[in-house]
């Protein structure tokens, strides 16, 4: 290995080194890519209570949020759909937050009513990465098949 000389006042860096995806070292996302288990810094979470929250999906309300985590990179909500689901609840990732209104105390998320309720079921006993990947997986899915530019506000 070559060692540093410290005489050397170049600050650029090799050539090799510049071409390396950061997001990929990071250990995250290829840049612009859907992440499904953490927030978009543009959705105004930033470490905000969001229980008791209304969701709004792109095409309507879908309830109430019960319970959340921001744990890193396996963030997501509960919401409670009451009779919308016949009282069932839904887990979705952090990834489908589009924004957030502090003052109405609203989820806004970039999904439809169609695509949360076809989603796998909630299972507030599974624990394993499985259900964790099956639950992300989909969301990815649904998120690739927008149109481009992403979901309007």
Not at 13 to 42: C, I, K, N
Not at 50 to 70: C, H, M, Q, R
Not at 78 to 91: E, H, L, R, S
């Amino acid at each position: 290995m070559d060692r540093l000389d410290p005489n050397t006042t170049s600050t650029t860096p090799d050539p090799e080194l510049r071409a390396v995806d950061q997001s990929v070292v990071a250990g995250g996302p290829p840049a612009g890519a859907f992440d499904p288990w953490s927030y978009r810094d543009e959705a105004g979470v930033a470490g905000a209570d969001l229980v008791g929250y209304k969701v709004e999906a792109s095409d309507g309300s879908i309830g109430k949020i019960d319970s959340d985590s921001t744990e890193v990179n396996a963030s997501y909500l509960v919401v409670d759909t009451g009779p919308w689901i016949f009282g069932k609840k839904v887990m979705l990732p952090a990834g489908t937050v589009n924004h957030v209104d502090h003052e109405e105390q609203k989820v806004f998320v970039d999904r439809t009513k169609d695509q949360i309720k076809a989603a796998p079921e909630y299972d507030d006993t599974a624990t394993d990465p499985a259900y964790r990947d099956k639950l992300g997986g989909y969301y990815n899915d649904t998120y690739s098949a927008m149109p481009p530019g992403g979901p309007l506000r």
